[in-house]
């Protein structure tokens, strides 16, 4: 089956580093978004992670990245509302976007946040705080700067100013995205006119089958778009090139495949939580897969999503080798080298 409809590639990393030397790892994973850049991928995504040893606050991060890098996109996948205030958080997100000229891509999740029990004095508290959708809804209102008042004006020394939040980050609202893995996400996201984050892990709705709820899933986005910009689908897949890997890493890698593929054989939890195997081997085995993968044809953005606690050298090289396969998977077509404020052009 020919891929040659992809047009945007990413990878998505998880930022680790160890508690005795955090700034090494951080140095590290922006090393990597430069390498990403020079490597011409459209975007390079981070992972936002709350008390473990990786990137805790992606805007920061991404500032940073926006300094180190000209071209390439910057993602985060995902922000879990939950732990933020909108308003706050949208001043952080659009100070980033202005730094690196419009690249931003931001991911977002609500709903409960998972360590809310041991953040309890910092955290909104329940059951007063709404963990809903609206939170998602207030992060885009907030970025789209509208006044807040009509008969206030903020005034300091350098004189009175109609109350709204700055800067203004135009575009932005354009390039939000939602994590959604269930029927009832991808319903809102599409009526919200947020964009479509869609990888690994799905809700086993009325099958066992991963990538038939994965492809229910995007055709539902779809179905609920009504926005007059097209609607944008990015689909992860954990992949494991080994085409210049030691055999060492080769062996390691499999064997790493091998015991997450026991995730996948059932549902889990109440919610039905669906896994989809990892792919590892050469570039050609990793083709063939693709090639086979039956959501890949509905979306025109793909993510590779690179697991947790590998080494610096393993991202590297999964991140090289496979961008030795995307002219193949873009029908011949290198990657592109997009313009500053470009990148986000399907």
């Known amino acids: 089956m020919p891929l040659s409809h992809i047009s945007h590639f990413a990878f998505l990393v998880p930022g680790n580093y160890q508690d ?27 992972r936002q992670r709350h008390l473990e040893r990786g990137v805790s606050s992606a805007s920061t991060f991404l500032a940073a990245a926006s300094q180190r ?29 202005v730094l690196s000229r ?15 029990h041991l953040i309890s004095d910092y955290a909104d508290q329940v059951p007063d705080a709404d963990y809903s959708h609206a939170r998602a809804e207030r992060l885009a ?5 509208e006044p807040l008042s009509r008969d206030t004006e903020a005034g300091n020394a350098a004189g009175a100013q109609v109350p709204r939040l700055r800067p203004v980050a135009k575009g932005l609202t354009d390039r939000l995205w939602y994590g959604g893995g269930s029927q009832n996400s991808a319903r809102w996201a599409g009526k919200a006119g947020f964009n479509l984050l869609t990888g690994n892990i799905v809700s086993g709705e009325n099958t066992d089958d991963f990538l038939t709820a994965q492809a229910a899933l995007v055709t539902r986005f779809r179905q609920e778009w009504a926005h007059e910009r097209p609607p944008r689908i990015a689909l992860g897949r954990v992949i494991l090139p080994t085409d210049s890997a030691s055999p060492a890493t080769r062996r390691r890698y499999a064997e790493f495949v091998a015991e997450r593929d026991k995730r996948t054989h ?21 083709l063939e897969t693709l090639s086979r993968d039956p959501v890949l044809p509905h979306v025109s953005e793909f993510r590779l999503e690179l697991p947790y606690e590998f080494q610096p050298e393993d991202y590297r090289q999964i991140v090289t080798d496979f961008a030795s396969i995307v002219p193949q998977l873009s029908g011949g077509r290198p990657a592109l080298k997009v313009a500053a404020g470009q990148y986000n052009r399907p």
């Open 102 to 116: 419009g690249r931003l891509n931001v991911g977002v999740s609500v709903g409960a946040p998972p360590f809310a």
């Open 141 to 145: 209102a907030a970025l789209r700067s």
């Open 266 to 286: 059932a549902p889990h939890g109440a919610r039905r939580t669906l896994f989809l195997p990892d792919i590892v081997g050469t570039t050609d085995e990793i």
């Open 69 to 97: 890098t000209q071209r390439i996109g910057l993602g985060t996948a995902v922000i879990q509302l939950g732990y933020e205030n909108p308003f706050r958080l949208a001043e952080d997100l659009a100070t980033v976007d």
């Open 20 to 46: 005795d030397d955090p700034g090494r790892g951080l140095e590290e994973t922006l090393q990597l978004f430069e390498a990403g850049e020079a490597l011409a991928y459209h975007s390079a995504w981070v």
